[in-house]
């Protein structure tokens, strides 16, 4: 395959699979095309592929509505099986990097190196003369990488590209925003069952982490509270009001909302203490949020008086061109903060690195 023809973003979620197809438009990006199919509770259970058949299914009945043609995807992971380190090296090219990697890695990660993958990026050569340089380490769980290769195989695509989900955000954000050098600014994709966690200074990756929380919380906290149904909680937690649901009282999910919230805000601002105290310049710009959680006002709210920096939705069709005439405008508004991982896997070109 030539190189340089995108491929399809293909975010599988733990509660809905999202495709977003782009092509070279005038003025950058276009879109081709975006969906989402909803998964059945259950499917992803931390990370592991539970029920492969209603994935693949998701992935074929979508490619199918949406006239796919193209076999190249791009795919992304994340969670507890993915491991990102920022490390530091004796300086050496990129060559000799993954000739010495596999030695190097084993202090760096909890797993076995023969049970991952590895992958590698210099950063660049540090300030000090030390003659060191900091390195981008990712590690990624073979057995993980292999169960998702294969339903996306099984659907009838041929994953070309296998990426980490918080960085295919900050693909889409770089695409979409602009960087302002020497800022520092954070990108929170906050989906159904992990938060992805970046911090992004003068666009490198500096700090990141994913935590096992999520937008799924506040349904089963709802469920709980209200004795609903997990759908009913679903359509209550983004704000919508079912026939049934009349009876539930608006001040008690704004209570269990507020809760879940303030737990979820705490374990973000956690990992960003913990940045904070390893950083020598750790002023925060602002937060940028996105994910299927980023639609839930009380986590946006809450996030902005924890930080105490600005937070903004990210919309990652903000630079990209969508033809009205052929989406519908309000929808893909609406989808806009979920499609954010979709539409950064769908930056990507089978054959790159």
């Not at 995807?73 to 000799?96: C, F, N, R, Y």
Request: charged share 20%; proline share 3%; net charge negative.
């Amino acid at each position: 395959m030539a190189k340089g023809k995108l491929a399809l973003g293909l975010d599988i979620g733990s509660s809905s699979v999202k495709i977003a197809r782009l092509k070279q438009g005038k003025r950058g990006y276009a879109l081709a095309a975006f969906g989402s199919a909803p998964l059945p509770a259950e499917t992803i259970v931390d990370g592991a592929l539970m029920n492969g058949a209603a994935i693949v299914s998701a992935i074929q009945d979508l490619c199918a509505a949406h006239k796919i043609r193209t076999k190249d995807a791009a795919i992304g992971v994340s969670g507890h099986s993915v491991i990102i380190k920022k490390i530091t090296l004796p300086k050496m090219s990129q060559d000799e990097l993954d000739e010495s990697i596999q030695w190097e890695a084993e202090q760096y990660i909890p797993f076995d190196v023969k049970d991952v993958n590895i992958d590698t990026q210099i950063l660049g050569e540090k300030a000090d003369g030390t003659g060191q340089m900091d390195v981008l380490l990712v590690a990624a769980k073979k057995d993980m990488i292999n169960d998702y290769v294969s339903v996306v195989t099984e659907a009838g695509l041929s994953p070309a590209v296998v990426d980490v989900d918080a960085f295919a955000v900050q693909n889409m954000f770089e695409v979409n925003y602009e960087q302002i050098a020497g800022e520092t600014v954070v990108l929170i994709n906050a989906g159904a069952a992990v938060v992805n966690i970046n911090v992004v200074s003068s666009g490198m990756s500096t700090f990141t982490r994913d935590i096992s929380v999520g937008g799924n919380q506040f349904t089963e906290e709802i469920q709980k509270q209200l004795n609903v149904s997990y759908e009913e909680a679903e359509a209550l937690k983004v704000g919508g009001r079912s026939g049934e649901v009349d009876a539930v009282v608006p001040q008690e999910i704004e209570r269990v909302m507020q809760t879940v919230a303030e737990q979820m805000a705490g374990e973000i601002q956690r990992s960003l203490d913990f940045y904070a105290a390893t950083a020598a310049d750790s002023h925060i710009a602002k937060v940028y949020l996105s994910g299927g959680a980023a639609r839930v006002p009380a986590l946006f709210k809450v996030l902005e008086q924890r930080v105490g920096v600005p937070v903004e939705i990210l919309n990652p069709f903000k630079a990209v061109e969508v033809d009205n005439r052929r989406f519908d405008a309000a929808q893909i508004l609406e989808a806009a903060p979920a499609a954010a991982v979709a539409v950064g896997l769908a930056l990507r070109s089978g054959g790159d690195k």
